[in-house]
């Protein structure tokens, strides 16, 4: 967990855990920004006294099955309502036929991201609703990997006037970019 002033509260949420379990031990702040269940990454609570915040910026990376063009937007309709993403390739593995990307969402919407990408025909790799559960079987030993394939990975915000323009978990794309790597390679 990491304050970054006496109004903000910035932390990692792990995978298969609730966006809102910090609010019980700390009642005079709520969440700013949410993840599903199954997302692992940062979340924002704020002093309930602040209303002068905006979130505007949301980046996430993932593992999706197939290859991706450089880069997309992709509109669709989420639990009646309008959302879209950009998605950015960074990354393809043709042997696995497995793509690295980045996307960066303009609306936030309930399961958002994974709809999305499960849409257009490349789902999140081991993603339980939306994804191929012949493939996450493969995938998964092969792989050996663990949980849903997306992670919220940095978050900009308007404060006081104020741009803090990143808070971003640049330890998990380099961690797990190498692990990402070291498993692909053997």
């Not at 700013?32 to 002093?47: A, H, K, W």
């Not at 197939?66 to 509109?75: V, Y």
């Not at 793509?99 to 999140?124: A, C, D, F, W």
């Not at 081991?126 to 919220?152: A, E, M, P, V, W």
Request: glycine share 4%; net charge positive.
């Amino acid at each position: 967990m990491f304050l970054l002033n006496n109004n903000i509260v910035i932390t990692y949420k792990q995978q298969r855990t609730n966006s809102d379990s910090l609010t019980s031990i700390y009642p005079y702040y709520h969440l700013l920004n949410r993840l599903d269940y199954d997302v692992s990454g940062l979340l924002i609570y704020i002093c309930i006294y602040i209303v002068n915040i905006f979130l505007f910026n949301k980046t996430y990376y993932a593992l999706v099955y197939g290859f991706l063009p450089i880069s997309i937007k992709i509109p669709l309709i989420c639990n009646y309502r309008y959302s879209l993403s950009k998605v950015f390739l960074i990354y393809y593995i043709s042997y696995l036929d497995i793509s690295i990307i980045r996307i960066e969402i303009i609306t936030g919407r309930k399961n958002q991201i994974r709809r999305q990408l499960s849409y257009i025909g490349h789902p999140v790799i081991l993603d339980r609703r939306f994804g191929n559960y012949l493939l996450d079987r493969f995938t998964k030993t092969t792989l050996k990997l663990q949980g849903i394939q997306l992670f919220s990975y940095s978050l900009s915000i308007l404060y006081e006037n104020n741009c803090i323009p990143c808070v971003s978990l640049k330890w998990l794309h380099l961690k797990k970019g190498k692990h990402y790597l070291e498993k692909i390679k053997h």
